[in-house]
């Protein structure tokens, strides 16, 4: 409701596809410049008690950010500032939450369904949400969503005093901190399958992702609606990913999730190209299903392959990388986008990530042997495969850059 209600009072004060941009970046920027280090945060502290604050942070910035809405004194320079600030602190609650989920599961098996589970509940709120924020907006203002998004942490930061965990070990000093950075890097750079993952979610993630800024364009200028009709696209795009995560979560094993990463991307990058083209509400609302479903199962489908692979040790900063390059590319293609919108205007610019984010899926799929035969072994071992196919093997201990 909040990523809705943020783009409408942008473009409602500006009116510039420019600033949808601008305020996009200082969203997500954050999480690409402090996430190594929020990973070699969540290897080393207590991972439950990071998510305590980071939420509780949050929270707070809903409810300023509803107080400055409500109270009718909003300036653009507020919206970037709050949005900055949101953004350093998921820098710090995205690794950490998502290294936090296999605490919770104790067969890796199902590791897999936890992850897709997880995407689920997700992709509900993001069914849920946008169509009830463009509601919200038309009638009560933007104000009333930043409240409402705000109240909602008390349930969140609840849930996480309910749950009981034993101690993790403290920080570290600087210099091993330092170490274990460059330890997270040199371990993803020398495995093959770690590498190509997390490549590909940041070509999506630069190329695919910054449609979304550009919603409200689509939505107001293209399609001439309100932000019922912003709220019903975001929707029709939540309810494409819910589908694909309900998908994934009905997968009884991680083998074959190799291939889906290209399938997914084609038919994100298929869907951007057709909707850049679409002057139909209701085709266009079809094609944001289908670019939904494409993002969440790419999204969901590599970083069930990056926990499954990652020794133990590491899952944090691996995870931190995963926050870089699916949520921190998205940043710099937002600015891209933006600015790319006001010189080409926005259905050419979603129609040129689209089409990069086919390419990327063509190079992947060709590489998609040679990455199997380096992962079954892996998953031999783990018993997660029989040991008669051929396979991947544990990425090594201290890789070659």
Known sequence: MQRVAVAWLVYRLTGSAIMLGVVGFCARIPLFVLAPVAGVLADRWNRHRILLVTQSLAMVQALVFSVLVL???????????????????????????????????????????AIA??????????????????????????????????????AVVGS???MRFGKRQGGQSPSKARHALMEG????????????????LALVSLTGMPYLVLMPVFAKDILHGGPETLGLLMGGAGLGALTGALYLAARKSVLGLGKMIPIAASLLGGGLIFF???????????????????????MATGNTLLQTLVDDDKRGRIMSLYAMAFGGMMPLGSLVAGTLAGWIGAPWTVFSGGTVCLAGAVVFAWKLPMLRAVTRPLYVRMGIVPETPEGLARPPQSPEP
């Open 117 to 154: 589970l997880n995407s689920s509940m997700f992709n509900l709120a993001r069914l849920v949400g946008p169509s009830l924020a463009g509601m919200l907006i038309a009638l009560l203002g933007e104000g009333v969503c930043f409240l409402v998004n705000a109240l909602s942490y008390l």
């Open 160 to 162: 996480l005093l309910m």
């Open 276 to 298: 850049s083209f679409s002057r139909s509400f209701y085709l266009s609302l079809a094609l944001m299903v289908m670019t939904g479903f494409g993002q969440i199962v790419h």
């Open 185 to 200: 890097f040199r371990y993803a750079a020398g495995f093959a399958p770690i590498r190509a993952i997390l490549l590909m």
């Open 71 to 113: 109270s009718h004194r909003t300036r653009i320079w507020q919206v970037i500032v709050l949005a900055l600030l949101l953004g350093i602190i998921n820098a710090f609650d995205v690794p950490t939450r998502q290294s936090f989920v296999i605490e919770m599961v104790e067969d890796k098996k199902n590791l897999g369904n």
